[in-house]
């Protein structure tokens, strides 16, 4: 296949997304420095700070550190919206080292739990909503630090784009696919089904073991946790709140799968007007990712909560499957990578597949 000439100089549309988003956010946490108020992580968390890992950072010190640090990556990523194509060894490294860094602490260290309970209670959410059930003031649920978790999120997602890019593009690669012309076997198609294959499963079984404890105090029994604990969550109705996020998570293991089977690649035959037609790649890649840096952010926070280990007495069958999360996290990560190396085709923009 001819091969094009890729424009090294031509301009990121995410760099400059990511500096806007970056700005906009510094921007709000000046805002928050100089009036005390808006700041939700930490101490001034409403929902509940402990599982998140800002709550290190002493609230007197988080709006300008929060500015500084958005402000700097904004001012980065426009930087690398620029036609520079050649920039000093020392300038890559540090825009990259910088960029990495604070895409993975927006992306991963300050969402937490509660982005991934409100993403699983979702369905129930809205379902429910026209019935009164289940019976929360949605106010409640949607707060302001939630909000900000789920811009952070956002933005992390933006940066890493942006840096993905002027990474490749740097490199003499392709921005768009990453290809150089020269042969990585890893990256291959049968080489993605081979290691995806096996990252998938890793990703589809962590969640199952999750259903299955949830599944056994909504049947009564009280699976790696006391018979008294169990009772207190029966009469205050936790244990079909459980239920209810480990059938989400069966759904979550089921849609997995569909990484490697052939469903996962054509639409069934039950599902009318679309049987037999090719699932789009973002369509499986884009909730699959998102998904991922979800479980990995809550249970970073939340593994490395002392309170977390109080409350589930230590390490018990209770507790082992939530300590998987994390593996759960990064395999379905590397599942989607697979997926998407194996289907992604040739490269509009470069012509290399």
Not at 23 to 32: I, N
Not at 107 to 124: E, F, K, T
Not at 235 to 243: K, M, N, Q, R
Not at 324 to 341: I, K, R
């Amino acid at each position: 296949m001819t091969t094009t000439i890729v424009p090294t100089h031509r301009p990121s549309r995410a760099a400059p997304l990511a500096a806007g988003w970056l700005g906009l956010w510094g921007v709000l946490a000046l805002v928050a420095t100089v009036t005390g108020a808006g700041y939700p992580f930490g101490a001034a968390d409403p929902d509940g700070g402990d599982a998140n890992l800002l709550r290190l950072v002493p609230v007197s010190v988080g709006p300008p550190l929060v500015a500084a640090l958005l402000l700097t990556a904004a001012v980065a990523a426009l930087a690398m919206s620029g036609p520079s194509a050649h920039p000093s060894r020392p300038l890559r490294a540090l825009l990259l080292g910088y960029g990495w860094t604070v895409a993975f602490v927006l992306a991963v260290v300050v969402p937490d739990a509660r982005v991934l309970i409100v993403l699983g209670y979702a369905p129930m959410l809205v379902l429910g909503a026209p019935f009164g059930w289940p019976p929360v003031h949605y106010s409640d649920v949607f707060t302001w630090a939630l909000f900000v978790k789920t811009a952070a999120m956002a933005g992390g997602v933006l940066l890493a784009l942006a840096v993905l890019g002027w990474q490749r593009r740097t490199a003499g690669a392709c921005p768009a696919c990453g290809r150089d012309g020269a042969d990585h076997g890893w990256t291959t198609p049968a080489a993605a089904a081979r290691w995806g294959r096996w990252a998938t499963y890793v990703a589809a079984a962590v969640p199952t073991l999750y259903a299955l404890t949830r599944f056994a105090w909504a049947a009564g029994i009280p699976l790696g946790i006391s018979r008294g604990f169990l009772e207190e969550m029966q009469e205050s109705g936790l244990v079909w709140a459980g239920a209810g996020l480990g059938a989400f998570a069966v759904v979550g293991a089921i849609l997995t799968l569909g990484l490697v089977r052939r469903w996962g690649e054509r639409f069934p035959g039950w599902m009318v007007g679309l049987a037999g037609c090719r699932v789009p790649v973002p369509l499986a890649v884009v909730p699959a990712a998102l998904v991922s840096l979800a479980v990995t952010a809550a249970t970073l926070g939340l593994v490395t909560n002392p309170g977390f280990w109080h409350l589930t007495g230590g390490f018990s069958l209770a507790s082992a499957p939530m300590l998987l999360w994390p593996f759960c996290g990064v395999a379905l990560g590397a599942a989607t990578y697979a997926y998407h190396l194996r289907r992604r085709g040739a490269c509009r923009r470069c012509g290399r597949g």
